[in-house]
């Protein structure tokens, strides 16, 4: 071994499932596409639990099975702090690797490819079909379950060999990704995956991705620590000194001061931050007056810091001119900054939050935001009753440390509502997430444990409702041990999507309230402010708005997998009108139904020909009944059976 990696001389090849077992897992793949299996509430037989997890996120996804049609996002920029940090290493592991057929490959964040170095031609050919290469975003709401977009889900090293890929195009592949986390805030700003054929894959792959991470990070720690420590010292300056809103910006975080969260809504605080790091971009000071989503101005003065000869980023004093002039609805959120993880926010209910130390803020909203109160916690968007409701009991539960439950349907925002808690209370603080769902796995019980006991900041436990009885005994035994010896240690949340039988009492009766999350369809009203906000994200560089008509579609629909859905819908449509104004014919033809349950693929499918071909006759039915080959009796049943709303003069 030299440099952390393997010599030249290291065989990669090892062991992999037999052939056999390949062919259960591929039969059991198919059974999971085509819905034809018994598949249990704990998952099929020799399947992993996190690929399962991860085959059941993006089956709720929408990812195409049987093809990859990715977007080109453009060159990546390869003068940041991670490429700066990671390229010589990689380079060093493709020396040590010379003859093998790996192919390694430098993501940022959000999936997106930066760098891929060069493994053998034949492996080269097939990454290039699969579009696996630079410019190119491998995560898993695009492709599915695969090395890189599992891994940042999960927030830890993934594996995925052979059939346990979603799509088909990659079962020849096996690959190993694993998250670079920055040393000093503890946020994913990459992940380093190594790939080969299947046939090649075995144990040390794994090792050598996490090996490679290890040393990325302590590269990243010898190049940002004089940059982040220059930046939060003339922050700190900035703020005894100059009384008034201040934030600090860096490639890696952004701070404010107790004042702007105050005083600032949370679109607002988005949209200060986009412009002020578009003002520092330049390297130069400026001052720079703008208008915010809900009808102020705002002066901001811009000040770049440098660390030695780099750039460390820019301290930025705010002043607020008072009202400035009122958005119209199709243009209000429009303004917003690009995300700070570029094009693919992860969306949850009526919030927006991701990684353990920071949270997206909302970009935007409709005029009829203007002049309201805030919303306390930083991030969220809606302001139903219910939503309000769930909101302010998380907030004080956090308050007086009791520990909570969070009841919902899958996508309702209770982890994203958890996190912006914990960015408003001690938003410098460690924020961990445990997943129920990766239980399977031995090490699981062992690492929630341990955080129980040794663990500090706020902790939260996913989707405790897929545990199964050994695991439940496993946490309650821990949660009973933690209740006897420790009380000043990590504050706890649970998530569950029902409790179902009385099998979880003896996990919950640690947890003294629970706060119902409503579904979208309870404040669907909320939508005025969503739609803009994720459009807002999705369209960053360019104005999408949403036309009346079209909203009254979407207020229409019952949202079944609540605020995910919607974000799934937006990608989708944003993808054809990349500018404009969104109309009817936009949306897909689930949009046009008000059936208020999950349908079955083949239902999916005869749901959308029909609408199709209700838009292609302008809503005659008659007429859509004949292109589809069926008769009218049919027509009309299928309708009112899947609450479409014929479209009239579309």
Avoid at 127 to 141: I, M, T
Avoid at 625 to 641: C, D, N
């Amino acid at each position: 071994m030299r440099g952390g990696a393997a010599n030249p001389g290291t065989h990669i090849r090892g062991h992999h499932p037999a052939l056999a077992s390949r062919d259960r897992l591929a039969e059991a793949r198919e059974q999971f596409l085509t819905g034809m299996a018994g598949e249990s509430r704990g998952g099929l037989a020799g399947v992993r639990d996190i690929i399962m997890a991860s085959w059941r996120r993006s089956r709720g996804w929408q990812v195409a099975a049987d093809r990859i049609d990715l977007s080109y996002f453009g060159h990546p920029d390869l003068d940041t702090p991670l490429t700066r940090a990671a390229i010589p290493v990689l380079w060093q592991l493709r020396e040590n690797l010379e003859g093998q057929p790996i192919s390694i490959i430098l993501t940022d964040p959000t999936g997106l490819v930066l760098a891929r170095l060069r493994a053998d031609g034949g492996l080269d050919r097939h990454l290039d079909k699969v579009q696996l290469a630079p410019g190119f975003s491998y995560s898993e709401r695009l492709v599915g379950t695969n090395g890189i977009g599992t891994a940042l889900e999960g927030g830890r090293t993934a594996h995925v060999f052979g059939h346990e890929h979603y799509a088909e195009n990659l079962e020849d592949l096996a690959c190993a990704g694993t998250p670079i986390r920055h040393p000093v805030t503890g946020k994913t700003v990459g992940l380093i995956d190594l790939t080969c054929w299947r046939k090649d894959a075995g144990p040390l792959l794994i090792a050598l991705s996490r090996t490679t991470a290890d040393q990325i990070t302590r590269a990243l720690l010898a190049d940002s620590s004089e940059r982040e420590l220059g930046l939060l010292q003339e922050y700190r300056r900035a703020c005894r000194h100059a009384p008034g809103i201040v934030l600090a910006l860096s490639s890696d975080m952004v701070l404010t001061n107790d004042l702007a969260r105050q005083v600032l809504d949370p679109g607002d605080q988005m949209v200060l931050v986009g412009q002020a790091a578009d003002a520092l971009a330049s390297h130069q000071a400026s001052s720079i007056d703008i208008d915010l989503p809900t009808g102020a101005r705002a002066r901001l003065h811009c000040r770049p810091v440098s660390a030695g000869d780099r750039s460390a980023g820019g301290i930025v004093h705010v002043r607020l001119l008072g009202p400035g002039p009122a958005a119209s609805p199709g243009e209000a959120g429009q303004s917003g900054a690009a995300p700070a993880e570029p094009g693919r926010a992860e969306p949850s209910a009526a919030a927006v939050s991701r990684g353990g130390g920071g949270s997206a803020h909302d970009t935007g909203g409709t005029a009829r935001r203007a002049g309201r109160a805030p919303m306390p916690l930083p991030g969220l968007v809606g302001s139903g009753p219910l939503w309000l409701r769930a909101c302010r009991a998380v907030e004080a539960g956090r308050e007086s440390a009791e520990w909570l439950v969070l009841e919902g349907e899958p996508g309702v925002g209770k982890l994203a509502l958890l996190r912006a808690v914990h960015q408003r209370r001690d938003p410098s603080g460690r924020f961990r997430v445990l997943d129920a769902a990766e239980a399977g796995n031995p090490k699981w019980s062992a690492e929630a444990r341990h955080e129980l006991l040794e663990g500090y900041g706020d902790l939260v436990i996913q989707h405790v409702d897929r545990l199964g009885p050994r695991q439940r005994s496993a946490l309650a035994s821990a949660l009973e041990a933690r209740s006897a010896h420790r009380v000043d240690s990590p504050w706890l949340a649970v998530t569950l999507s029902h409790y179902g039988s009385d099998d979880l009492a003896r996990v919950l009766r640690f947890f003294p309230g629970t706060v119902e999350v409503p579904p979208l369809r309870h404040h669907i009203d909320d939508l005025h402010e969503l739609v803009p906000f994720f459009l807002g994200r999705l369209g960053r560089h360019t104005r999408v708005s949403c036309s009346p008509e079209a909203m009254q579609l979407l207020l229409r629909f019952g949202w079944p997998a609540n605020v995910e859905q919607v974000w799934q819908v937006l990608r989708r449509v944003v993808q054809h009108r990349r500018s404009g104004v969104i109309q009817p014919q936009d949306l897909p033809p689930e949009c046009w139904s008000v059936s208020r349950r999950l349908l079955t693929p083949l239902e999916s499918m005869e749901r959308d020909a029909i609408t199709a071909g209700l838009l292609a006759s302008n809503g005659n039915k008659v007429q859509a009944a004949e292109a589809l080959g069926m008769s009218r009796a049919t027509i009309y049943r299928k309708i009112r059976e899947y609450g479409i709303v014929a479209p009239a003069g579309v």
